[in-house]
């Protein structure tokens, strides 16, 4: 992984030359890390994401992260303005966006001053910075570029002054509207990407703008590549080790919409909310050739209630949304739960509480989601740990879903919803897809609720079918769905319900632990960390600690045999992105202390005394401060 | 151009759309194949299925022998059961095996063409209900007594939306006199295309009643705009016609306006006096007055009738509506050069 030997070109100062090819020094390392950073509407996202994306389908094995601020639009020219990407490359397969970045692109110092505080940049990184700013007309500017640099000065970052305004002045007007396609540029010369693939690319990012605008920022593109071509003295080699299999490249979110589509769903009825919208957004473009159909509702309860409708009427159907939706849907989750509706929910977790940190990854919803009904509402929720699981968790769900009658949620996050990275493309195959419906007259004495009192399971009535007629309803019901009247009636719906969820715990079998299944820690995690998890548990087993890991997919019902993998390690601790109190803080004690909320639901479950480290900084775990945990962590004697 | 000769031409310009069809039902025999194939190596086909059903997230995750067996009493693949997925595959593999013959339908000089096309589709229909039976089958919701007349007839009323899209194209030879295109309205949907390959005189504006807005609609004498409408994402119905019958194009992807639909390439220059099959002159001149009404709201936007001799010539109609003359200021006005 990042070594001192991947660093960015030596701060060592060269004489003052023209670089040609033949001079330029090449960094040859097995991966490297690059952000670009602006203010928000100068693309750093797009630039980036189109870096990412190219080089992925080069074959380096790639993962982004999205940099963005949490306002719509931020005071421009400030440290919280920031917005942009982070694209870390490697030869091999990447799982997470590392710890430091070896190359910035800033649009101004301010943007670069964030990261700097953010501690994201390398001791040695290459920052490319706007030059315009150093010697603005405004004396203000002037002065905040001073400051930012006297408060950059004791790292040994090589500053690189690129004229990008001015540069792109000789292409377009507003040189706002295209820095991003120079910086672009730059990026391709220095990584030696393919310019044919990213003008593709530009062209299928463009595509509902005018061929004048593609042009504009084809030659933009050139422009940088020539630029860097001429003006900077070295390159970066991330060699490629093209994938034996053909390779597809997306984010979660549309990972998660495609896998709606290979899971044979007809119905995504949904309310705009990020970090979930482009998911809906990417299915509408899509759906319809399938079959299916994107519906926007009036709001989030609208959304749920109209997938639950259609579900209930034999439409395979789903919603998708992320906290406060989440919160909203509550009482139709119930409804579903009450109904044996199956029901699909995506729930593309941020920061929190209330309308938190829209923008920022949390996994803060874990609890909300298993127990957030009133009343006993048992249903599976599941965490897919990559896109690639983002994809194929969706096929999944779907089954589940209407094989138990259940609500099954689906816990993303905005690390996953917005990252990029190849993952082997799917098989698709017709078997994913749902039965057509059984319209045939239901057999003479099938109630809609004829539960297996061994199991709880009872087959499905879809309305319209001869003989299948009978009363839905929320209140407590028999299985003939007559409400119910005497105590023993709620006290077996309840009891069939749970047992459905005992079924299918039992169906599913313990999972594997990353490294050696016994020693000192065991780190446990779910969802977007496992990348950055098993990088920080290789480190530590690297420096000869006995460290392993284990990463949940089923959170409820939790995967079985937990408890037996526990007693095999000296201590086990939950590594989570959400809030958890320092047991050394003022007033905490073991008895009042706020736990992660997989080591709250560990603990409940197996009576461990799970440990847990969290962190709430609105951006994905860095391997590095895992790691620094886990030695932090490791039992005494250990 | 002699009737068999238009008829290939159709049958030609249609192909891609039908091959489509027949592509999908040969991957579904395959898919037939492989999963009798696996229930016979395995005693346990259950398994398998459970297991291709939840997908590979599931792999290594599931106890699929004890999921199997939770659904035991659905998944059991009986010798009845078998037999009926054979039957299906037999049903799939007779369909995808026939040739033209299935694609197009010759209407008897004075048959029904609605009931010929119907019988048509209910036939090929079989090929979806086979589908149903092995996916009913394989999810254990098979009943023999109410699905299995499905392998001997699928009309195209039971399509289902996803079947509707994937409908092959049928070309129908019919005689003009028995030529009545508004019976046809019921199976225009999903990616249905019909063309009607005419012998002999017929009305003028056959077709001219099915004109809707999500409908691609085309009257032509030689095959031109035949490829448009076998590309066409939806529905579509096209009619080989004599050269003296009208000349037209309805093409969806114009937009929201007829006048960005609706080319009329000719119209006949006197309205028809002798009436054809039953179809009296004066029910024959409605059709082609409605053309023509059709086309003089086009043509406030562009030429949209074509000026030959033997054409009448269509008055430009200034647009009338208020709402549409102030939409055309309000778009000469934008400047959406950038859009």
């Keep these: ?638 | 151009m002699p009737s068999d000769d238009r008829v290939e031409l159709a049958l030609t310009a249609l192909a891609g759309q039908r091959d489509a069809f027949r592509s999908a039902l040969g991957t579904t025999v395959e898919q037939v194949q492989t999963f009798l194939a696996e229930h016979r190596q395995s005693q346990n086909g259950g398994v398998n299925r459970v297991a291709a059903e939840l997908g590979p997230f599931a792999a290594d995750r599931f106890d699929t022998d004890r999921l199997a067996k939770l659904f035991g009493g659905s998944l059991k693949l009986d010798t009845l059961t078998v037999e009926t997925i054979e039957k299906a595959r037999d049903t799939m593999n007779e369909l995808s095996q026939r040739n033209h013959d299935l694609f197009l339908v010759k209407v008897n000089p004075g048959g029904d063409l609605r009931t010929a096309v119907a019988k048509a589709l209910e036939e090929i229909g079989r090929a979806f209900g086979a589908v149903r039976i092995f996916e009913l089958t394989r999810s254990g919701s098979y009943r023999g007594n109410e699905h299995a007349r499905s392998l001997g007839s699928f009309p195209f009323q039971k399509w289902s939306k996803g079947e509707r899209r994937l409908a092959p194209p049928l070309v129908v030879a019919v005689d003009g006199a028995d030529l009545r295109a508004e019976m046809l309205t019921d199976f225009l949907d999903g990616s249905q295309k019909i063309v009607l390959v005419v012998r002999g005189a017929c009305s003028p504006a056959p077709l001219v009643r099915l004109i809707t807005p999500g409908t691609f609609v085309i009257q032509t004498h030689d095959g031109t705009g035949l490829d448009r409408l076998a590309t066409h994402d939806g529905p579509g119905i096209g009619a080989l016609v004599p050269e003296s019958a009208a000349r037209f194009v309805h093409d969806p992807k114009g937009g929201l306006h007829l006048a960005g639909r609706l080319t009329v390439e000719h119209l006949p220059a006197t309205e028809p006096k002798m009436s054809v099959g039953g179809r009296s002159g004066s029910q024959q001149a409605e059709e082609i007055r409605q053309l023509r009404s059709l086309a003089d709201i086009t043509v406030g936007t562009r030429p949209a009738v074509g000026t030959d001799a033997s054409a009448t010539p269509v008055t430009p109609a200034a647009p009338a509506d208020p709402v549409d003359k102030l939409a055309a200021w309000l778009l000469s006005q934008a400047n959406l050069s950038d859009i």
Aim: charged residues 20%.
């Design chain 1, 1 to 638: 992984m990042a070594s001192s030997s991947a660093a960015a070109p030596a701060a060592k100062k060269k004489k003052a030359k023209t670089p040609s090819p033949q001079n330029k020094s090449i960094i040859k390392v097995a991966e490297h890390t690059v952000e670009v950073v602006s203010d928000p509407g100068e693309g750093a996202q797009k630039c980036a994401q189109t870096f990412g994306r190219v080089s992925a389908k080069m074959g380096n094995g790639v993962w982004t992260v999205e940099i963005i601020p949490a306002e719509i639009q931020p005071p421009p020219r400030t440290p919280p303005s920031t917005s942009g990407n982070r694209v870390r490359i490697g030869t091999k397969p990447v799982t997470n966006w590392g710890d430091a970045a070896h190359l910035v692109v800033a649009f101004n110092e301010q943007v670069l001053l964030h990261r700097h505080r953010a501690n994201a940049l390398n001791d040695d990184c290459a920052v490319l910075i706007e030059s315009m700013w150093e010697a603005h007309d405004d004396e203000d500017i002037r002065k905040e570029w001073a400051a930012a640099m006297e408060e950059m000065s004791g790292k040994r970052y090589r500053f690189i002054k690129v004229p990008m305004e001015e540069q792109c002045l000789t292409v377009v007007d507003n040189p706002r509207k295209g820095k991003n396609m120079f910086v672009l540029g730059m990026l391709a010369n220095i990584y030696s990407r393919n310019l044919d693939l990213i003008r593709e690319q530009i062209e299928v990012e463009f595509r509902k703008k005018s061929q004048a605008v593609i042009d504009a920022n084809l030659a933009l593109l050139d422009l940088g590549h020539a630029w860097a071509e001429a003006n900077l003295d070295f390159t970066v080699d991330v060699p490629i080790e093209p994938p034996p299999v053909p390779m597809v490249v997306m984010n979660g979110n549309q990972a998660i919409a495609m896998g709606a589509v290979a899971s044979g769903m007809e119905l995504c009825a949904m309310y705009p909310i990020t970090p979930a919208t482009s998911a809906s957004h990417h299915l509408s473009e899509i759906f319809e050739n399938y079959g299916g159909i994107v519906h926007q509702a009036e709001d989030e309860i609208a959304a749920v209630g109209v997938a639950i409708g259609s579900s209930f009427a034999g439409k395979v159907a789903f919603t998708i949304t992320s906290g406060p939706g989440l919160a909203l849907k509550t009482e139709f989750i119930g409804l579903a739960v009450m109904t044996e509706t199956p029901l699909v929910l995506v729930d593309v977790q941020r920061g929190g509480p209330s309308t938190g940190l829209p923008t920022k990854i949390e996994q803060s919803d874990l609890l909300a989601a298993i127990w957030g009904q009133p009343g006993d509402a048992p249903k599976v929720v599941m965490a897919p740990a990559t896109m690639e699981e983002c994809f194929l968790c969706m096929i999944t769900a779907r089954r589940i879903a209407e094989a138990f009658r259940c609500v099954v949620m689906v816990l993303s996050d905005a690390n996953l919803a917005t990252g990029v990275q190849p993952f082997p493309r799917p098989n698709v195959t017709r078997d994913w897809i749902a039965a057509p419906l059984d319209l045939s007259p239901v057999p003479d004495g099938q109630k809609p609720y004829d539960w297996d009192p061994k199991t709880g399971l009872s087959a499905r009535i879809i309305p319209g079918r001869q003989n299948g007629m009978f009363r839905a309803t929320g209140l407590s019901h028999d299985e003939d769905s007559k409400i119910a009247y005497s105590p023993d009636v709620h006290e077996r719906g309840c009891e069939m319900r749970a047992r459905k969820m005992a079924v299918f715990q039992q169906s599913l079998r313990p999972p594997k632990v990353y490294g050696v299944d016994h020693g000192d820690l065991l780190v446990v995690g779910w969802g977007s960390t496992i990348g950055a998890i098993e990088e920080a548990v290789d480190r530590a087993r690297e420096e000869g600690l006995a460290v392993s890991s284990l990463h949940l997919r089923f959170l409820s019902p939790l995967e079985p045999g937990l408890k037996e993998i526990f007693n095999r390690f000296t201590k086990v601790m939950t590594v989570e992105v959400n809030y958890s109190d320092d047991p050394n803080a003022p007033y905490i004690t073991d008895e009042n202390r706020r736990r992660g909320q997989l080591a709250w639901l560990l603990r409940a479950t197996t009576l461990v005394d799970v440990d847990c480290w969290t962190r709430v900084p609105g951006h994905p775990l860095r391997p590095g401060q895992i790691h620094e945990a886990i030695r932090a962590h490791m039992p005494k004697g250990a």
